[in-house]
């Protein structure tokens, strides 16, 4: 069992930056492939960005609207994933979701995912 804590959101201005946490239970968090979705009002939720277990290489994987934009990156020893997210843009607002799955490599469907966060709403102003 994985429980997953996101933090990090909040309103900001459009072409600024926010950086999401997301911090992990359990021992075995450097076995899972982890994930960042959003949910916009109205709207399917919509994989971000992810990246593969470390021994599956630590690939990193990006929806191309985020794409020079958004980086993902995970810390193994504090059991920890993040979205640094620059130059954000109004169409970014979304409840920001972190997600764990077994398998080794980066699912694109939130179909693949064994472990959900709360989420934590991420606002951007025009």
Known sequence: Q???VESGGGLVQAGGSLRLSCAASGRTFSSYAMAWFRQAPGKEREFV??????WSGGVTTYADSVKG???ISRDNAKNT?????????PEDTAV?????????????GAAGYDY???GTQVTVSS
């Not at 960005?49 to 470390?54: L, S, T, V």
């Not at 994933?81 to 843009?89: I, R, T």
């Open 49 to 54: 960005a992810g990246i593969n277990r470390n």
């Open 2 to 4: 994985v429980q997953l």
């Open 81 to 89: 994933v993040y979205l640094q997210m620059n130059s954000l843009k």
């Open 69 to 71: 934009r958004f980086t």
């Open 96 to 108: 920001y979701y972190c997600a764990a799955t077994r398998l080794a490599s980066v699912q694109v």
């Open 116 to 118: 959900w966060g709360q």
